[in-house]
């Protein structure tokens, strides 16, 4: 594919994925049709399905962009003195993602993912786990956290944590405060992790 193609094809993809996630917000994951997607998009059914292969993987990719923000804006730009700090931090960008982007949308990540399976989400090499994995080797290295467990397990217990809670806030439809709620129980998991002296 020459350089010209390629771009109109990432901009064709974006605008089918701009379009879908707009439409979603407006009207619900399952009021949203192909149909209608393709049509506000300005292209096929067809072109959809070259570039997606179904609704659900609109929320799929769409999730991807999660690895973006942290790359843009997380990664190196943590401002905590302490690995816990910046550890707080990097959860708040989680729940603050979580939140712009919306219960409807978080909702149904977390179907797909359970439905159709991805290894995308559980991958050691994404942005995300990568980002917080150096901060809590960053923190292990300067004697504030404990060695062991491995950062590794560490990286994937919180990751575990802020997870839960945000699933759990879908259950609850936003009923509480998504960040406070997160902070707080963070606050209670130092103790586990910080390094005995």
């Given amino acids: 594919m020459t350089g010209r193609r390629q771009v109109q ?26 149909t209608e997607i393709a049509r ?16 659900d993987d609109l929320i799929v990719v769409g999730y991807a962009e999660c690895d973006a923000y942290f790359e843009n804006h ?46 995308f989400f559980t991958s050691p090499e994404r942005s995300l ?26 990286c994937q217990y919180l990751l575990r944590f802020s997870r839960g809670i945000i699933y759990d806030w879908c259950l609850h439809r936003g009923e509480f405060d998504l960040e406070s709620t997160a902070q707080e129980s963070l606050a209670r998991l130092e103790p586990l992790f910080k390094k005995k002296t």
């Fill in 9 to 34: 094809a990432q901009k064709t993809r974006h605008q089918i994925l701009t379009t879908a996630l707009k439409l979603v917000e407006q009207k619900g994951f399952d009021k949203v049709t192909i």
């Fill in 40 to 55: 506000k998009a300005g292209v096929s059914k067809g072109l959809f399905y070259h570039y997606f292969q179904s609704k």
């Fill in 74 to 119: 997380v990664r190196g730009k943590l401002k905590g003195k302490r690995a816990w700090d910046r550890i707080m931090e990097f959860i708040h960008h989680q729940m603050l993602y979580a939140q712009n982007l919306g219960i409807d949308l978080i909702t149904q990540t977390y179907k797909s993912q359970i439905q159709y399976g991805t290894e």
């Fill in 129 to 154: 786990p990568s980002i917080l994995r150096q901060i809590v080797e960053e923190g292990q290295n300067q004697g504030e956290l404990a060695e062991h467990p491995s950062a590794q397990y560490i």
